[in-house]
């Protein structure tokens, strides 16, 4: 998941827009944690999804393919 809970954001139920205010509100009331969370989640991207790592999964599923 790209989303971790309190770790890279803030995940609340959906179609529960009481939460969603809820998770809201404590972002803007906690600009620290808010950026955290950014930090957090823009270094996870960038290990798990650059081009770099990007090249070498498909990489991986064509020499699955070939075997």
Do not use: C, H, W
Request: charge should be negative; charged fraction near 25%; hydrophobic fraction near 50%.
């Amino acid at each position: 998941a790209i989303i971790k809970d309190g770790q890279t954001g803030l995940l609340v139920p959906p179609a529960d827009p009481g939460r969603l205010a809820d998770a809201i509100l404590r972002l803007l009331e906690n600009k620290g944690l808010a950026a955290q969370l950014a930090q957090t989640g823009q270094k996870f991207v960038a290990e798990n999804f650059s081009v770099e790592e990007m090249v070498k999964k498909v990489e991986a599923v064509y020499r699955e393919a070939i075997v």
